[in-house]
Every structure is written in structure tokens, then in C-alpha cells.
């Protein structure tokens, strides 16, 4: 199984609540428990223009470009502008086209990085300066790797970006589970959307997944679902409202790797969000996701022999 990941991500935003820090935390361990090697991570491929322009309007990515940031723009995307964090967003759109790619090979890749779900086509929300599933979405369906899409996304914050790129787009499913009474104020419809309430437990969670996720599956039929693997719907996390434990993050995922495995639908991981009071338990979570999908890719190998 591919990981994709590049020491890049890491970009020094000051004292704030985004660790950028957990994407070289989460490969450090998986290097440090010897689930993968050092030179076994697949590093970004730079993401094309034509690429980005399929999922945000010219006149932002000219903004984008030129650093012309005002401060509402700034304070939309509660996150400090720098040409590092641009560099950094660019070549993670990349990372997810190239983790796109991959998964639709093998059936399973995971990006370190990606998820940046509240980037809308013509401007940055919410730490998120480029929708990267929704660039990586576009570009495979543009050079005839994928025809149909979901995304599958278990972030505690609705896609809210997402969402709004893809309204009235047959071809890409958008799936939100997400605490309902949290950021975004504004949640523009997806095709799809469980809104759940705070304090949600591990039991009450799953068993909402098991209701919906099938559906998704079955009656769009995806040819690869993007899966935004957040850990903020931990108990313990700055930024949410949901009770679900690490144990119940894992079995989510085990869950959401198995529906698509069942039905041979190829699967392209993304972190999303995670702010736990304890980086630690951030990195933890991530790690179990990755160990998840290495589960689920030793499972597909099985079958294939």
C-alpha cells in the first residue's frame, strides 16, 4: 500500500490551534514501529494548474498566486498567508491526486496530509486554503481514471467547501457526518448530510455509519470514494463536541474500509482535521487509520491470490 507524504506539509503557522506538525509525527511513528520504511513514503507529485482550475475560479488562483490576502480574507481563512502555506496547499492537492491515482491501482492509498474540506471554488475558509479532494476529484475524472466519485467525509466539521463545489454534479456523492452544532455556521447541502449531536458516542456513531454508508456505496457506485479520516471527532479534541474514543476512531475506519473492500471500490485516504489537546493523541489516531488501511490492503491481497 502506497503513503504518500512530504516533509513540506510542515509549515510554521505561530501559536496556533492547526498542527502542521502531525503530518511528520505520524510518519516518524510509522517508521519508528516498523510499519513502513523510510524510503518507502511516495512523495507528491506537483500538482497541475489545469488541475487546480477544474475545482477553483481563476480570478482566486490569481489571488492566491499574486499573496493579495486583505484582512477579511485572512480572517476567513483563520489562518496566517504566507507563500509557504500556499507552496504547501499547492503541493498537497498534488499529494491527493497522486494518492487518487494510487488507490486506484492497488485499492487502498493513504496521504499524510489533505482533507482541507471548507475551501470553496473562489475562496479559503477555515484553515483551508485549497479543497484538495475536490481538485484530485476533478483532475481523475478528467483524465478518464475514475467516472464516478464519493466522498466520504468523518470530519467533525462539515464539508462545507465540498459540498458547495459539487452541488448539482451527478458524478461525485458527497457524503457529511458531522457534529451539527459546530463550524460551519453556513452548511451549504451535500447530497448527503448526518448531522449529529454533541456529545455523540462511540455506539450511537456507528451505528449511524452502518445506516448510511452502504447506501452511499450502493446506489452511487462509485469507482473510488476520497475518505476524509478526521480525528477531531475525538473526545479530547479542542476544536469538537463529539464523545467518540480512540477505540471507536479505529473501528470507524475499519468499518469504512471494509464496505468499500466488500464491494471493490477503491478507497484514497486523507487526514482531515485533528486538534487534540494532546498532539499525541492526534498522531495516535492517524496511525490507527493507517494501520486500518494497511488491514484492509493485506485483505484485498489475500483475495486477489
Not at 64 to 82: E, K, Q
Not at 88 to 98: D, I, R
Not at 173 to 189: R, V
Not at 271 to 290: E, F, K, M, P, Q
Request: overall charge negative; charged content about 25%; proline content about 4%.
Amino acid at each position: 500500500m502506497d503513503i504518500v507524504w512530504s516533509p513540506a506539509y510542515e509549515v510554521d503557522l505561530g501559536s496556533h490551534v492547526f498542527p502542521t506538525r502531525k503530518y511528520r509525527l505520524v510518519q516518524e511513528r510509522l517508521v519508528a514501529e516498523g510499519l513502513v520504511r523510510e524510503d518507502d513514503f511516495v512523495a507528491p507529485e506537483p500538482v497541475a494548474d489545469a488541475d487546480l482550475a477544474r475545482a477553483h475560479d481563476a480570478g482566486y488562483l490569481r489571488k492566491i498566486g499574486d499573496g493579495d490576502f486583505s484582512h477579511s480574507d485572512v480572517r476567513l481563512l483563520d489562518t496566517p498567508f504566507s507563500p509557504a502555506l500556499r507552496e504547501a496547499m499547492k503541493l498537497s492537492c498534488g499529494g491527493t491526486v497522486t494518492t487518487g491515482r494510487r488507490a486506484l491501482s492497488e485499492g487502498v492509498a493513504v496521504h499524510l496530509g489533505g482533507g482541507f474540506h471548507h475551501a470553496f471554488a473562489d475562496h479559503g475558509e477555515g484553515f483551508c486554503l485549497l479543497n484538495d479532494v475536490a481538485v484530485a476529484a476533478r483532475a481523475l475524472q478528467a483524465g478518464g481514471h475514475a467516472e464516478r466519485v464519493a466522498v466520504v467525509d468523518l470530519d467533525v466539521h462539515h464539508g462545507n467547501g465540498t459540498a458547495a463545489i459539487f452541488r448539482g454534479d451527478e458524478t461525485v456523492f458527497t457524503f457529511s457526518m458531522h457534529q451539527e452544532n459546530n463550524y460551519p455556521a453556513i452548511k451549504p447541502p451535500g447530497d448527503l448530510d448526518v448531522g449529529l449531536d454533541d456529545g455523540c458516542d462511540d455506539a450511537h456513531y456507528l451505528d449511524l455509519l452502518d445506516e448510511h454508508l452502504p447506501r452511499v456505496l450502493d446506489e452511487h457506485g462509485p469507482d473510488l470514494v476520497f475518505y476524509l479520516a478526521g480525528a477531531d471527532p475525538y473526545r479530547d479534541d479542542q476544536l469538537g463536541g463529539l464523545a467518540l474514543t480512540l477505540e471507536g476512531l479505529r473501528e470507524r475506519d475499519r468499518r469504512v474500509f471494509e464496505a468499500c473492500g466488500y464491494r471493490g471500490i477503491a478507497v484514497a485516504v486523507t487526514l482531515a482535521g485533528g486538534y487534540a489537546w494532546n498532539t499525541d493523541d492526534t498522531v495516535s489516531i492517524h496511525c490507527a487509520t493507517v494501520k486500518e488501511a494497511l488491514r484492509q490492503a493485506s485483505a484485498d491481497q489475500v483475495l486477489l491470490c
